[in-house]
């Protein structure tokens, strides 16, 4: 509520947010009771390069044995039968439309 406020959209209450949980549902409650302010992202492929966010420069400037191997892991229990290609799709569909998934890190240029 917070953040909707400082970009301009006052109106909302919490309990709004609870009544429309997801974005799609929020942004056409905003967009009936505030009318048409609401920006449209650009959903494009990214190609620009951009520097790193604080947390990344940090990350990137340690001095880390193995730099180039750095890994989250996480274990997905799926109770139901799921091929590798259904997988596959989900996780190539996730990474389209997250742009940092796609990321590619350049450390001697600082930038992504």
Known sequence: VTRLRKA??????????????????LAKFIDQRMGSNIVVAEQGILTESFGYAPVQDWFV??????ANHYNQAFVLRIHDTLSQASLEDALNRIAKQHDMLRCIFDASKQEQ
């Open 61 to 66: 400037n340690k001095a880390m044995t193995c």
């Open 8 to 25: 301009g959209y006052s109106g909302v209450l919490t309990r709004d947010i609870f009544n429309n949980p997801t974005i799609r549902e």
